[in-house]
């Protein structure tokens, strides 16, 4: 499926990450680091929010799958799906 959908299949790995094909070569995110996990039922839809969210950014695709990631992993760190949502502010607090 990697092979056959170039920049538009995109494989989550949960403690893994994710994966994707470039066009040139499978690109792997390696899964972002928390402190604790509470709750992981909302991660997938998190990250797929995200990645929504970035598609309108006009950045690299593994930028995009990048922010998702953060998003998805951080959504993990709080119990229940909107307590785990990042806001921008959060995001930027993570990566600094």
């Given at each position: 499926?990697l092979?056959?959908?170039?920049?538009?299949f995109i494989?989550?790995?949960g403690?893994?990450?994710a994966?994707?094909?470039?066009?040139e070569?499978i690109?792997e995110v390696?899964?972002?680091?928390?402190?604790?996990?509470f709750?992981?039922?909302?991660a997938?839809?998190?990250?797929?929010?995200?990645?929504?969210f970035s598609l309108?950014?006009?950045?690299?695709?593994?930028?995009?799958?990048c922010?998702?990631?953060l998003?998805g992993?951080?959504?993990?760190?709080?119990k229940g799906s909107?307590?785990?949502?990042?806001t921008?502010?959060?995001?930027?607090?993570?990566?600094?």
């Amino acid at each position: 499926m990697l092979k056959r959908y170039l920049n538009k299949f995109i494989i989550t790995l949960g403690s893994e990450g994710a994966v994707f094909n470039n066009g040139e070569a499978i690109q792997e995110v390696p899964a972002v680091e928390v402190a604790e996990i509470f709750d992981t039922t909302w991660a997938g839809d998190a990250f797929n929010g995200a990645l929504a969210f970035s598609l309108a950014s006009g950045e690299m695709l593994i930028e995009r799958v990048c922010f998702a990631n953060l998003v998805g992993s951080l959504s993990i760190t709080k119990k229940g799906s909107q307590a785990g949502m990042s806001t921008l502010e959060m995001m930027e607090a993570h990566e600094t």
